[in-house]
């Protein structure tokens, strides 16, 4: 039986019915369209699925869709105003810390949710920070210049 769903995705309200057992990933995959959230090892070790609940980087795999009731999510597409990138895409982009792009959607908001709480980090910061994702293709030591 589905239950209904009322929550925040970029600033969009939203009331969908789903599953008690659909993710959180699936929701916005699956029923919103909103692909930039990656799904990788769907057990929450890679943290391709990244996502912001009220400011805090979740992995979204691991989140049940109905946890989010009442809450705001982001995704990578909402971090853009309009055509205009966010600072953290623009400096992904400059510092070539992204090759591929699959990681790259979750270790931006992983980067922005630690950048929101702690505005002044070290690199040793940086890299405990973004420690629960997970780069195939090496750009992670990107990351870490500013």
């Known amino acids: 039986m589905k239950r209904k769903l009322k929550l925040t995705v970029n600033n969009e309200p939203y009331e969908v019915f789903v599953k008690p057992s659909k993710t959180l990933i699936e929701l916005l995959r699956d029923e919103l369209g909103l692909t930039g959230t990656k799904e ?8 391709a699925c990244t996502v912001l609940i009220d400011g805090k980087a979740v992995k979204s795999c ?11 999510v982001t995704t990578i597409e909402g971090l853009a105003q309009g055509d205009r990138l ?37 690199e ?17 030591t990107k990351v870490h210049e500013r």
């Not at 090759?99 to 980090?121: H, R, V």
């Not at 040793?124 to 992670?140: M, P, S, Y």
């Open 124 to 140: 040793e910061d940086v890299k405990f920070a973004i420690a629960g994702n997970l780069c195939r293709c090496t750009c992670a």
């Open 62 to 72: 691991l989140v049940l869709a109905l946890q989010a009731q009442g809450k705001k």
């Open 40 to 47: 990788g090892c769907s057990e929450g070790m890679c943290g």
């Open 86 to 122: 966010h600072p953290l895409q623009e400096s992904f982009i400059n510092h070539g810390a992204i090759q591929c792009g699959f990681c790259a959607p979750g270790m931006i908001l992983s980067t922005k949710a630690f950048l929101d709480e702690y505005p002044n980090p070290t």
